[in-house]
């Protein structure tokens, strides 16, 4: 029984996503779809176009990033699938960059709007988690300032060419060069009801089995500064997932990502495309970081993915010359849902994030701002 009642859970949501589109779609059935422009590339129906969005230079340098756009040969819904917002998340780049060939444009329905890597800067410098330009993070700057720095005047034309005009945004991460990671979807819910069942109805089609049930304030302009905090903040369905660690392209991470793109993609009748959701996530609270107090080396002892209890050891830290400094222990129970992936250490680095295991993931409930 409550094996029916969850899949009639997933086929409800799937209808609302799809309900959504369909009113357009039937009016866009009378003519062909017309072409599609984003940056540079323009693609007709059943063409995939290639191309850039040129950000030029203000008070600091200009940079391009790289798009695809797969235009549909019938009507149906805009999905943006946008990566690479921390460059040297390598599996979520290169797992975005293969996707774009296995989208047959003449079988899909809609457009498809595909940015692997918008962290260029942090790709070419292997600099971890921020633009190394202006020092700037491109996961928390949106919606961008066409007059501000790289990393702002960047995500303005993201923002205003890409994510606006979807009507889906898929944001895919994959450990950074020094998280060791264990692969999981986000259940960000914003307490619009129509909107977070459809947005659990991807994290379960995505088809990675630990969810994190993450829940914002979408008045609170500091939890729209996200990519799918703006995405949804503007109504959009956001979904955000993770598979790769410590600056590894491994085929399973790579595969996990693009077969979850492919998913989505199914789920929402823009592919033939079966698709079996998650009948058993592991749901999981946003968790609590242990950050570094002072530099030094880390040095874990427990593997990403690891069941924890409180208090346990998973790690230890040392100064440059191995003397001991401490112990790092769990501050609650649950999953480790990535440890820290190399010895540097400096004040405020995240050492270990524990995801506590939920028996239900509950209703949404308006978060405490610090």
């Known amino acids: 029984m409550r094996e029916t009642v969850r899949t009639a859970h997933v086929a409800s949501s799937v209808l609302t996503i799809l309900t959504a589109f369909a009113a357009p779609a039937a009016a ?20 995939t176009a290639y191309g850039e969005l040129r950000v030029p230079a203000g008070v600091d340098s200009g940079t391009a990033i790289a798009v695809a756009v797969i235009r549909g040969s019938r009507p149906g819904p805009t999905l943006a699938a946008i990566s690479g917002a921390h460059g040297t998340e390598y599996a979520s780049v290169v797992a975005l960059s293969r996707v774009i060939a296995r989208i047959d444009p003449k079988a899909l329905a809609g457009t498809v709007i595909v940015a692997p890597l918008l962290n260029v800067p942090s790709f070419e410098q292997m600099t971890v988690h921020v633009n190394p330009t202006d020092r700037k993070g491109m996961n928390a700057e949106y919606p961008g300032k066409a007059d501000g720095t790289q990393t702002e005047r960047a995500l303005a034309i993201v923002a205003s060419q890409v994510v606006d005009r979807a009507d889906v945004v898929l944001d895919l991460h994959g450990g950074d060069l020094d998280e060791d990671l264990r692969p999981y979807s986000y259940w960000i819910r914003g307490g619009r009801a129509s909107q977070d069942s459809a947005s659990r109805a991807l994290a379960l089609a995505f088809g990675l089995d630990h969810v994190i049930v993450r829940d914002v304030d979408l008045t609170a302009p500091a939890q729209a500064r996200s990519l799918s905090g703006y995405a949804m903040a503007k109504g959009k369905t956001a979904l955000v997932a993770e598979a790769g660690r410590a600056g590894t392209v491994a085929p399973e991470d790579v595969e996990a990502l693009i077969a979850g793109t492919l998913n989505v993609l199914g789920t929402l009748g823009m592919l033939e495309r079966a698709v079996r959701p998650v009948e058993h996530p592991v749901w999981l609270g ?3 970081r242990v950050r570094a107090e002072k530099g030094g080396m880390f040095f874990p002892t427990v593997a990403r993915g690891t069941y924890v209890s409180q208090g346990m050891r998973v790690g230890y830290t040392t100064d440059p010359v191995g003397r001991p400094m401490g112990d790092v222990r769990a501050p609650e129970a649950g999953v480790v849902t990535f440890i820290r992936g190399v010895p540097s250490m400096w004040p405020g680095a995240t050492l270990v994030n524990i995801g506590p295991v939920l028996a239900d993931p509950g209703s949404w409930a308006r978060p405490t701002l610090q």
């Open 286 to 288: 946003s968790g609590s």
């Open 28 to 47: 866009q059935q009378r003519k062909p779809p017309e072409s599609f422009t984003v940056g540079t590339a323009t693609a007709r129906a059943g063409e």
